[in-house]
């Protein structure tokens, strides 16, 4: 039976014992977990198969296994974003501002870690390894609790990571993992605020909309994307295909990938064609409102659909991409506010009043232009990882790297000085 408060109690204390940690022992520790990922894969590989074979079984989306699937490839990936955060500076200690007051008390803002962190979270794999690797290197103390649907996987890479920190001389009790899967477990956690600084829930609106009604701690929300591109009339047309075709196919089963295109009218009836034979080659079904449907056919066979109720409200994870004409820039900025989650929106473009309009008055973590917006990823941003991407707006917002798992505390120093 897991014992969720001696979990916090442990992670508390190894959270202060970071504090004495340097930075050459973190990063010795990342070099080792970037080599031993690559030295055991076999075995990180066999336990993720088991993972995909009971998923399988379940009848999961094939969306969701590939969300949970861990290959060679990217285990290598996982590996160079390990390396590339071992030569990001260390942002504990940084001094942000420093001044001498009139008194002559010496003032500076100075880094610190949040303390300790726990995330909740759904299939990625990667995210046991992202998380560990950023809470480390920005000396907080990490409890995992991964889904039912990564277990084998999770084991496997927590004792990798585990092994790493004991060889580093780091307490290996600074990143621990919820191994059951049992949901009340989920109903403590979120109610341990006397141990817990930080709470990331990474998956569904289910999971996110529970932390923020239950938790007692601050909780960090976001990585639920329904993101938008923009065709401007002004566009370069066959770039911008494949600006779209990128954002959507790439890897479509990620919250930067592309949910919703909105075309100008005047470029419309060149366009859509073209986007559209593009699109359906990689057969993403395109669910198009009654406008769209003036310049493409509905085939049931290619998959041009035509949209349903709330489907611009949808994020999709899949080869499905939601199409609206608009008759102006007004018109694309108001549905953009009226269906974005704030996550990723961007506009293709050739008129620089437009395109700074755009990034003026759309309020998201990640506004683009004449980009995919498959760039909202931390180590894409070169911030070494990212353990969420926040589409809030306090303490920290988009890919969350080493600076957003610190906050700050001021050090004053006098010559025994008192306020008269």
């Known amino acids: 039976m897991i014992d969720l408060q001696k979990i916090g109690q442990t992670a508390r204390n190894s959270a202060r014992k970071l504090s004495q940690i340097s930075t050459l022992q973190k990063n010795e520790f990342l070099a080792l977990m970037a080599e031993h990922l690559r030295y055991y894969s076999e075995t990180i590989l066999a336990a993720n198969q088991a993972d995909i074979k009971q998923a399988k079984s379940a009848g999961l989306n094939i969306a969701m296994i ?16 390990l390396e590339d955060l071992i030569a990001m500076p ?7 501002e420093q001044k001498t007051l009139p008194n002559s008390l010496k003032a500076r803002r100075v880094r610190v870690p949040l303390g300790v962190m726990a995330v909740i979270y759904e299939a990625r794999p990667n995210v046991t390894v992202d998380i560990s690797a950023l809470g480390i290197k920005s000396g907080n103390a990490v409890i995992l609790r991964g889904g039912k649907e990564t277990l084998n996987s999770n084991k496997a890479l927590v004792q990798v990571i585990q092994d790493c920190l004991e060889v580093a001389h780091i307490p290996v009790e600074a990143v621990q993992f919820i191994d059951d899967p049992d949901r009340e477990l989920v109903n403590q ?35 639920i994307g329904i993101c938008h591109l923009f065709v401007d009339e002004s566009a370069d047309l066959d770039k911008a295909v494949e600006v779209i075709h990128n954002a959507k196919v790439q890897r479509p089963s990620v919250c930067n990938a592309l949910d919703t295109l909105l075309v100008h009218t005047s470029v ?16 993403v079904q395109l669910k198009c409102d009654q406008n769209v449907l003036k ?54 473009t050739e008129n620089r009043e437009h395109a700074q309009r755009f990034v003026n008055e759309i309020d998201s973590a990640a506004v683009y232009v004449n980009a995919s917006t498959r760039f909202t990823d931390g180590a894409q941003l070169g911030l070494g990882g990212e353990v969420a991407v926040s589409t809030q707006k306090l303490h920290a917002r988009g890919p969350i790297g080493l600076e957003g798992l610190t906050t700050y505390k001021w050090v004053l120093e006098g010559e025994y000085t008192v306020r008269p």
């Open 189 to 223: 956690l979120v109610r341990m605020d006397q141990y817990v600084d930080l709470l990331i829930p990474r998956g569904g609106n289910a999971l996110q909309d529970f932390c923020k009604a239950n938790a007692t701690m601050p909780v960090m929300t976001g990585g």
């Open 268 to 283: 419309a009836r060149e366009f859509l064609p073209k986007v559209a034979e593009r699109l359906i080659q990689e057969k």
């Open 90 to 96: 260390d942002p504990v200690g940084a001094i942000i």
């Open 66 to 81: 590939d969300r949970l699937m861990l290959t060679q490839v990217r285990l290598d990936g996982i590996s160079k974003d």
């Open 295 to 348: 310049y493409l056919e509905m085939d049931l066979e290619k998959g041009i659909l035509s949209a349903e109720d709330g489907d611009f409200d949808q994020e999709w994870l899949s080869l499905v991409l939601g199409i609206r004409v608009v008759d102006s820039i007004d018109a694309a900025i108001h549905h953009i506010h009226e269906h974005s989650t704030q996550h990723s929106d961007g506009i293709l």
